[in-house]
């Protein structure tokens, strides 16, 4: 795999670290932790490709994709389904890395399912949350294209490696940036 294709997963791991900045300095503790997970998994791709170590970090690339796809996903709609006041961000992201990991290591072929639920989920909490107020569509929109994205272009037959490889990661840092805006607006606006 040429060298470009860390380009794409440079563009993750800026908007994740813009994006989770800005939602940890507004106590977004959950949705920061998500933006750390995506980025992470992506940072792993950047120096996979842009280093030429293609065959040496292809399992960790994997691995890191998919235990912290699944971290990320839960955490988003942990965002949703526990109040504020009644969460501790840190406790929740220690549980939702105890289950991603014995996921990954238990129950392997569970863990693709499991994200599309978690997006899913994190759709509907995000529509139904009492409370929230505009652009309360944002972060649904952002959670059915991440889904979309990862059903259809991830492994898109009728594209191109490289042209389904660099829509997916870009469809995916769109998402991630439209999310932390979403959760922003809202969570403001709510108080």
């Known amino acids: ?17 813009f ?23 992506a940072g792993v791709g950047v120096v996979r490709f842009g280093g030429g170590l293609q065959d040496a970090l292809a ?11 699944l971290a990320g996903a839960l955490a988003v709609v942990s965002h949703y389904l526990f109040p504020p006041k009644d969460r501790n961000g840190i406790g929740i992201i220690a549980i939702i890395l105890c289950l991603a990991t014995a996921i990954f290591f238990v129950a392997h072929p569970f863990l693709g399912p499991l994200f599309l639920l978690a ?3 994190a759709f509907f909490a995000a529509i139904v949350r009492p409370g929230a107020s505009q652009p309360k569509w944002l972060v649904p929109v ?8 990862t059903l259809f272009i991830r492994q898109a037959p009728w594209l191109d490696a490289a042209v389904a490889w660099h829509a ?24």
């Open 1 to 17: 795999m040429p060298t470009h294709y860390a380009l794409s997963d440079a563009a993750i791991v800026l908007v994740t670290i």
């Open 19 to 41: 994006a989770g900045h800005a939602l940890w300095r507004n106590g977004r503790v959950l949705p920061a932790f998500a933006m750390a997970c995506f980025g992470i998994a």
């Open 59 to 69: 399992a960790l690339h994997s691995g890191a994709s998919q235990l912290l796809g």
């Open 119 to 121: 997006l899913m989920g």
């Open 142 to 149: 952002a959670c059915a294209v991440m889904l979309a994205n």
């Open 168 to 191: 997916y990661h870009l469809v995916i840092a769109l998402a991630l940036a439209a999310l932390a805006r979403g959760v922003m607006s809202t969570e403001q606006r709510v108080a």
